[in-house]
């Protein structure tokens, strides 16, 4: 059965129907006269209007905004559907299953390899892994500064996994990338959970770790908090995206 709560489902059910709405208010009208890249931009206002009543996300309303203006001009400029074709693929690629994970691609800064290898362990055996692990950075710049743990990494975007499995062959890091869903991974192995995730998946993400991960093992989150569950440390970075850590015990 088809998930109709499901943003993306409901963003392209938006985008529809504001674009029925819109071309019956043209056909029954003739006072108003606009071209149709004007009609595209009222088309936009009213999904992005729509969108804020649904109370989605606050960004997808510049995506509704833009959406047919930009698919407009894009015709306008008529370029060949090679192209579309290219660019889909390289952010099918680059991104792999956002649109149905509602996790971006993020990638975390020095200053946060920087915070979290001042709170790992300086001498005590440890494992460590990055859910999400995008390129591999972070796990490779810690296993390089911290040789008592082990250090690994999970990803399912293919392009970043790629580049991730070639940064460590290059480097000679001792961090290991995996393929593959977070979610069908098993946490109870791992003394430290580092998410850069989204929002959306906290809290499942929360009953995953209680249920998996040992007493005594920590989470912690880039920017993102677990809904009404108090962090048990806060440390704020002078970072691009001003990033906070947020750390559980388990």
């Not at 819109?22 to 029954?28: D, K, M, S, T």
């Not at 649904?54 to 930009?70: A, E, G, N, V, Y």
């Not at 290898?117 to 591999?136: E, N, V």
Request: proline share 6%; net charge positive; glycine share 6%.
């Amino acid at each position: 059965m088809m998930k109709f709560r499901h943003p993306v489902i409901i963003a392209l059910l938006t985008q529809i129907a504001t674009l029925i709405g819109v071309g019956f208010f043209i056909g029954i009208q003739s006072v108003i006269v606009l071209n149709i890249f004007a009609w595209a931009i009222v088309q936009g206002l009213l999904a992005g209007l729509v969108s804020y009543c649904l109370r989605m996300p606050l960004w997808w309303i510049p995506i509704h905004f833009i959406f047919m203006p930009l698919a407009i001009a894009v015709l306008a400029l008529n370029i060949s559907p090679t192209w579309f074709l290219i660019l889909f693929l390289c952010l099918l690629l680059t991104y792999g299953k956002t649109y149905k994970t509602q996790v971006p691609l993020y990638l975390s800064s020095k200053s946060v390899s920087r915070a979290l290898a001042a709170l790992l362990p300086q001498r005590d055996q440890f494992s460590f892994i990055d859910l999400g692990s995008g390129c591999g950075g972070l796990v490779s710049n810690l296993a390089n500064t911290h040789k008592n743990g082990s250090f690994y990494g999970i990803e399912h975007a293919p392009l970043p996994f790629l580049i991730s499995q070639l940064r460590n062959m290059f480097s000679a890091s001792a961090s290991k990338i995996v393929w593959g869903d977070f979610w069908k991974h098993d946490f109870s192995s791992y003394d430290v959970v580092y998410a850069y995730l989204s929002p959306v998946p906290m809290a499942s993400l929360w009953r995953k770790v209680t249920q998996e991960m040992r007493p005594g093992s920590f989470l912690i989150s880039n920017t993102f908090i677990i809904p009404d569950i108090p962090p048990d440390k806060c440390i704020k970075l002078n970072d691009f995206s001003n990033s906070t850590l947020y750390l559980w015990k388990i």
